[in-house]
Structures are given as C-alpha cells and as structure tokens.
C-alpha cells in the first residue's frame, strides 16, 4: 500500500500544492497544507470509493484542510487573514478597500451553501469555474450561475445596509 500511495504521492503532489498556494498566496502554507493532505488522504485512503478521480478527492481534502486552517488563524489573528487582489470588476475590486471588504465579509457570512463557498472561491481563491466544478462535482454552468447568484444576491445585502 505505501508503494501504491508513494506513486499517488509524485504524481498529484503538485497539483495539490499548486491548488492550495492559489488558496493561499503563501508557499510556505501551501506547503503545510499539501503536507497535511497527504497525510490526511494516507489515513483514510481506504474510505476512498473511486465516485471522482483521485486529484479531485484530494482537493477536496486540501480544501477543507485549508479552511479548517484559516478558522484557526481566524481565532489567533484580529487583523485581516485574506488581502487578496481580485481580477472581476464590480463587487470583487471593492475587495481592495478594508471597509468594504468587511462589508462584503458580513453579507458573505448570511449566504446559505453553495453560494458563500463558491463566492469564496472564485474571489478569494481565485479558482476557474471548470476548478470549482470539479470541486463540487458539479457542471461549469452550474459553478458560474451559482457564482453569479451569490455576487447578486452579496449586492442586495450591501444595498440592504
């Protein structure tokens, strides 16, 4: 079993790594959380049932290891955790101001799932729509009509206030 995890191992490392640092901006968490993933996925390899492929199981897992990280540093940090430059126009470059991210983060925080996730990572995670449908397992269309409902319905929670 190790060969066969070792061999896992070399060749989704990178994409892993490289998923995660997109999260992330910061090599040096990318690293730890494509660490921990590996780790992760070699503990429950055998709750693996094949319904996805194995680079997709292992972003999921990278995902969630790297969320769980920053509700972490959440609790450490009272300063911002994410500054990050967003490439969409409108609501995402009001990112770059703290006060309307803030604003923005309170509305992100009263949207129901999917939308708050996929909102996050398209903004802040700066993900493709075909990444994020992989993620959810779900189609490209699906990924940017729930993006574009969760930006929509993120501007009439700012209209609201």
């Known amino acids: 079993m190790t060969e066969e995890f070792e061999s896992i191992y070399n060749q989704y490392f990178r994409d892993v ?5 997109s999260l992330s901006r910061n090599e040096t968490v990318a690293e730890e959380i494509t660490q921990e993933t590996f780790f992760k ?6 709750r693996f049932k094949g319904n996805c492929k194995i680079n997709v199981w292992l ?3 990278a995902k969630n290891t790297y969320f769980s990280y920053l509700d972490k540093q959440k609790r450490f ?3 911002d955790i994410i500054s990050k430059k967003a490439s969409e126009i409108s609501i995402e ?10 604003r923005i983060h309170k509305a992100l925080h009263y949207l129901d799932e999917p939308y708050k996730e996929v909102f996050t990572l398209r903004v802040f995670g700066e993900l493709s729509f075909s990444q994020i449908s992989q993620l959810f ?13 969760a930006k929509r319905k993120i501007q009439d929670l700012l209209k609201e206030e």
């Open 17 to 21: 790594y490289s998923f995660v640092l």
């Open 59 to 61: 972003c999921q897992i």
């Open 41 to 46: 996925a070699l503990k429950s390899i055998d």
């Open 93 to 102: 470059e009001t990112l770059l101001n703290k006060e309307e991210t803030f």
């Open 77 to 79: 940090n009272t300063g």
């Open 137 to 149: 397992e779900k189609t490209e269309s699906w990924a940017r009509v729930t993006f574009h409902r």
